[in-house]
């Protein structure tokens, strides 16, 4: 089993979440606190910049509750830029005892499955959850710089430029995290950079049916469901892996990639920002609206590097599942 059921089921206080021009143009504008006039933010970097738009999106989450940064017992957070220094930064700047996580795109949703553990052990009272992504950076970091203008196939994703935040609780009023399904490392063989969506379906088809045979629940006893970022065709990709298995996905399965762009955009979205502003932002008002009382997210990551892609090494991929329930 690798599901874990929570005795006393974290809470989540508050979420905020901050994007970027062209996240604020799509489907979900409504739902963000912020969004951003230009990629820069006022700094003369985007790696600067992008350490920002966490920070910000951290204290924003923290401002919408009665709590300050000593009363975190732990931050857990983590991007996209080598050695996670958006986080680092973020994390020297709000002076939290601080653990940083790189699970690339599944970060936010590996940060949740943590800091629910850790509140249910008993191990703490309020934990400070966040992750960031910058569209710059991360092809600066995997790609090509932007300057290079070098075209894109049809089955690439743009990272999403933005931060998610959620303040964790042992008590209180709010969703509650009531089951974590941690996933496995896998690998079909996938090479193509340019089509993350493929690489991450296969661990997003083998969570998803591990946290059903682990829970005894079918897809249908949720409301929504929903998988990092695996685009449109990653997407797809699931749908078919799980019809093998005779588990049929209905219209309650979405993508977050498909949902946080209109449909100009490649293949959809990712990055470290896609499943975290789509949850922070859309999902978790649908909740606190009560249109979603049941929820199972699974935050999903390819886990490639520069280093392993001129080595010719092919793409595993990694999926995390948090079960959110209505307060």
Known sequence: MQTVAFCNPPVILAAACIVGP???????QGFFDKVLDDMYYGEKTWEKAEQKILEETMRLALQKTSLKTEDIDFMLAGDLTNQIIAANFTARNLAIPFLGLYGACATMYEGLVLGSVLIDGGFARYVLVG???????????????????????LSAQQTVTGA?????????QGPRITHATVGKVMDFGTGDASDMGAAMAPAAAATLLQHCQDTGRRPDAYDLIVTGDLGLYGRELVIKLLEQREIKLLDNYQDCGVLIFNRDTYAGGSGCACSAV??????????????IKNFLGIGTGALLSTCSCLQGESIPGIGHAVAIEAG
Do not use: D, M, W
Request: hydrophobic content about 30%; glycine content about 14%.
């Open 22 to 28: 062209r996240e604020g143009e799509g489907p979900l």
């Open 278 to 291: 789509v949850t922070c932002g859309y999902i978790l008002n649908r909740i606190n609206q009560g249109e």
């Open 164 to 172: 998610g935040a959620v303040v964790l609780a042992a008590r209180g």
């Open 131 to 153: 992750a960031s992504s910058h569209y710059a950076t991360a092809e600066r970091q995997f790609r090509f710089p932007t300057e290079q203008g070098v075209q894109k196939p």
